[in-house]
C-alpha cells in the first residue's frame, strides 16, 4: 500500500474515531475531491471524450471487412440446350455456394471531413478536462463554505459562553447580597431567569453547530454520524482588486468550456459543409468464389483471385438537406458565441456584486472589531460595577445584550468577507488552499 492511500485511511479513521483530532481545512478539501460523486462523474466522462478522441473514430483510418456464405440448395433441374442434341432432367439435385472475400477500403478525400471531425472530437475532450475543473472549483468552494460556517457557528458559542460566565457571576453576587440580606428574590430570579436563557441558547447553538458538521460531511461523502472537530479562525484575504478579478473572469472554466463550445460548432459547420464536397475511396481486396452442382450444365465453377479499385461519390441533389444542416450548424455557431457572452455577462455582475460585498464588509470589520472590544470591556466594567452596587440588574443585561449582539456581528461580517473571497477566487479560476 503506497504511502498517500495509508496516509488516506489514518485520516479517515482519525476522524471518524477521535474526535479531539481537529479537521484542517486542507484534509476535507481532499477528501471531498477524493470521494466526490459528481468529480467521478465528470472525471469519466474525461475519459470517455479522451477514448473518443482519435483517427479512427474520425473515419481517417482504413477500414478492413471480412465475408463469408455458404449456401446449400437442393432444386430440380430441368434443361435444354439451343442445339437440340441433349437435355438434362433431374429431381432433388443438390448446388452449392461458397463465396468469401476480404475488402480494404481507404477514404482518400471528401472535402476535409475527416479533419474537422478529429478537431471537433479533440475540442470535446478539452471541453470536458475544462468542466471537470469547474466541479472541482465548485467542490472547494462548497467544502471551505461549509468549513468556515462551522467555525462561524463555534464562534457564536463563544460569545454566549462569555455571556453564560457574567450571567454567573451576576448570580453569584445577587446570591451573596440575598444572604446578607441587601438583594431581594426578585433580582434573584431575574438573574437566574437570564442564566436559563442562555443555558437554551447554548443547548440550540450545540445544535446548529452539530448540523454544520453533518453537513459538511455530506460535502466530504462520509457517514453523516462520524465525529469531527474543527479549531480554527476566519482569515481574510484583504489583497483582493476589482480590476484583477474582472481580468481573470476569463480563465473560469465554465467561461473557457462555453469557448470550447464555440469552436465545436464551427467544427460541425465544416464538417456538414464536407458532405458536399465528392468523396474518393481506394479499395483493394481479394475474392473466392466456389460453385459446385451435382446436375446441370455446370458441375463446378471455381474463380478466386485479388482485386483494386477506385470509388468516386459525388452527391448531386438531396432535396438541399445538406445545405439546410449548415445553415443551423451556422446558427449554433451563433448561438454558442452569444450563450458564451451571456455567461461572461453574468459572471462579471455576479464579481461586481461579490466585490462591493467583500469591500463593504472589510471596512466594516475594523469598526465592529473596536465595537467587540469595548462591549467586552463595559460588560467587565458593569460587573464590577454591579458587584460594588452602583449599577443594577438592568444595566448588566444590557451590557450583556450588546456584547452578545456586538459578537454575532464581527462573526458574520468575517464569514460574509471570508465567503465573499471564496465566491471571487471561484469565479476568476484562483481558488487554491
Known amino acids: ?61 482504413p477500414l478492413v471487412t471480412a465475408s463469408v456464405s455458404n449456401n446449400e440448395q437442393i432444386s430440380s433441374i430441368n434443361q435444354k440446350f439451343n442445339t437440340g442434341d441433349s437435355s438434362i432432367s433431374r429431381n432433388a439435385a443438390a448446388t452449392n455456394a461458397l463465396n468469401s472475400n476480404i475488402a480494404v477500403s481507404m477514404l482518400l478525400y471528401n472535402g476535409n471531413r475527416v479533419v474537422a471531425t478529429k478537431n471537433r472530437l479533440a475540442q470535446i475532450e478539452k471541453q470536458s478536462e475544462e468542466l471537470l475543473n469547474s466541479q472541482i472549483q465548485d467542490i472547494i468552494s462548497s467544502v471551505m463554505t461549509g468549513y468556515y460556517d462551522i467555525v462561524r457557528q463555534q464562534s457564536y458559542l463563544k460569545t454566549i459562553e462569555k455571556s453564560i460566565d457574567a450571567s454567573r457571576q451576576q448570580l453569584e453576587i445577587v446570591q451573596t447580597r440575598q444572604k446578607a440580606g441587601l438583594a431581594n428574590n426578585a433580582d434573584l430570579f431575574q438573574a437566574q431567569i437570564d442564566l436559563n436563557a442562555l443555558l437554551q441558547a447554548q443547548l440550540s447553538q450545540q445544535v446548529i453547530i452539530d448540523q454544520a458538521k453533518t453537513e459538511l460531511l455530506r460535502l466530504l461523502t462520509l457517514r453523516p454520524d462520524s465525529l469531527i472537530a474543527v479549531n480554527d479562525t476566519i482569515l481574510v484575504d484583504k489583497t483582493l482588486n476589482l480590476d484583477q478579478v474582472l481580468n481573470s473572469i476569463h480563465q473560469n472554466p465554465n467561461i473557457v468550456a462555453a469557448g470550447d463550445q464555440v469552436r465545436i460548432n464551427e467544427l460541425i459547420v465544416k464538417e456538414t459543409a464536407a458532405l458536399r464536397y465528392p468523396s474518393v475511396r481506394a479499395t483493394t481486396g481479394y475474392n473466392f468464389s466456389r460453385n459446385q452442382a451435382a446436375a446441370g450444365q455446370f458441375s463446378l465453377n471455381q474463380n478466386y483471385g485479388p482485386s483494386i479499385g477506385f470509388t468516386i461519390g459525388i452527391p448531386i441533389y438531396n432535396g438541399s438537406a445538406y445545405k ?28 461586481v456584486k461579490s466585490y462591493q460585498s467583500y469591500a463593504s464588509t472589510l471596512r466594516q470589520l475594523e469598526t465592529e472589531q473596536q465595537n467587540y472590544t469595548l462591549s467586552a470591556q463595559l460588560l467587565e466594567l458593569v460587573l464590577q460595577r454591579f458587584k460594588l452596587r452602583e449599577a443594577t440588574i438592568i444595566e448588566v443585561k444590557n451590557a450583556q445584550e450588546s456584547f452578545e449582539q456586538s459578537g454575532f456581528r464581527l462573526v458574520n461580517l468575517n464569514f460574509a468577507a471570508k465567503t465573499a473571497e471564496i465566491e471571487l477566487k471561484r469565479l476568476s479560476n484562483q481558488l487554491k488552499l
Open 324 to 351: 439546410r444542416q449548415q445553415r443551423v450548424a451556422e446558427i449554433d455557431v451563433r448561438n454558442a458565441e452569444l450563450n458564451r457572452k451571456v455567461l461572461l455577462r453574468d459572471y462579471s455582475s455576479q464579481v
Open 1 to 61: 500500500m503506497t504511502k498517500p492511500i495509508v496516509y488516506f485511511f489514518l485520516l479517515l479513521l482519525s476522524i471518524a474515531g477521535n474526535a479531539q483530532d481537529s479537521l484542517r481545512l486542507p484534509d476535507a478539501v481532499n477528501i471531498a475531491l477524493k470521494n466526490s460523486l459528481d468529480i467521478q462523474l465528470a472525471t469519466n466522462n474525461v475519459e470517455a471524450r479522451t477514448i473518443l478522441n482519435h483517427i479512427g473514430v474520425a473515419g481517417g483510418l
